[in-house]
């Protein structure tokens, strides 16, 4: 990967993008993010992952200047790769936090958006300026922000391209917490490090009914739910949780992630 790395410590991941000045999204970036999401799905040293551009920025868009020259016929073929990008994010299934200095504008702001979570520094600023090149979101801004924030906002935020501050941010709902700007990673890491020594394959479970049951009808959600919850009942860590439960109580179970 040549603008993403991965740093694991203590069982979480620290997934940073790095490519100087402003974490400009490429079409290399989109390809390094799609590899770095597959290899933390298949970590079993990662529980979960913290989403970061650094302590200046955290990305300021998509590379306009990459996309300046592109035809339609081009777009089409490139506009897989802007989308999949944001979505392997989003579908790994363990928890992800996005730890947002500085700008989260464009496609920056979807890449937030793909977390489960967004901690912001004071400072921070997002916004989906697409509109004012003449174009629109096009890796989950449409989709994602709406679903956060309810239609009403969403288009606000994305017919205008104004810029949506920390605190109007933690307002609406489009992020979770806002902290000051040199306290987001550690914040985000002490949010991620919970999941440690957590039940992994609930919690797996519990990301995909939230996520998929979101994206369907009320009795489809509740069937993905039911069969979630009975697939977990395979594990040894449900054995093991509901055995320390009735012989020790509440939370004083320890799970082995299988």
Request: charge should be negative; hydrophobic fraction near 45%.
């Amino acid at each position: 990967m040549e603008f993403v790395s991965i740093d694991v410590t203590d069982q979480v991941a620290v997934l940073r993008l790095d490519r100087p000045k402003m974490n400009a999204i490429s079409v290399q970036v989109q390809a390094d993010l799609r590899e770095a999401a597959a290899e933390l799905t298949e970590r079993d040293d990662v529980r979960a992952v913290v989403l970061w551009g650094g302590e200046r920025v955290f990305a300021a868009g998509n590379d306009v200047k990459e996309m300046a020259d592109m035809s339609y016929a081009d777009m089409v073929k490139v506009s897989t790769s802007v989308s999949t990008a944001t979505t392997a994010i989003a579908r790994i299934p363990k928890p992800v936090v996005a730890a947002v200095n500085g700008y989260a504008l464009g496609g920056g702001c979807e890449l937030a958006l793909s977390a489960d979570l967004r901690f912001a520094a004071e400072d921070a600023v997002f916004g989906q300026p697409e509109v004012l090149l003449g174009i629109i979101p096009g890796a989950g801004g449409t989709q994602r922000l709406a679903r956060l924030v309810g239609t009403a906002k969403a288009k606000d935020i994305i017919f205008t391209g104004r810029f949506v501050r920390a605190d109007e941010a933690l307002r609406i709902g489009m992020v979770d917490r806002v902290v000051p700007a040199d306290k987001v990673l550690e914040e985000s890491v002490a949010w991620a490090a919970q999941f440690s020594g957590a039940a992994a394959l609930a919690i797996r479970a519990a990301k995909e009914c939230i996520d998929r049951g979101s994206e369907v009808d009320l009795d489809t959600g509740l069937e993905i739910e039911r069969q979630q919850f009975a697939g977990v009942f395979a594990t040894e860590d449900r054995t093991r949780g509901i055995t320390s439960f009735v012989e020790n109580g509440p939370g004083k179970a320890t799970f082995v992630g299988r």
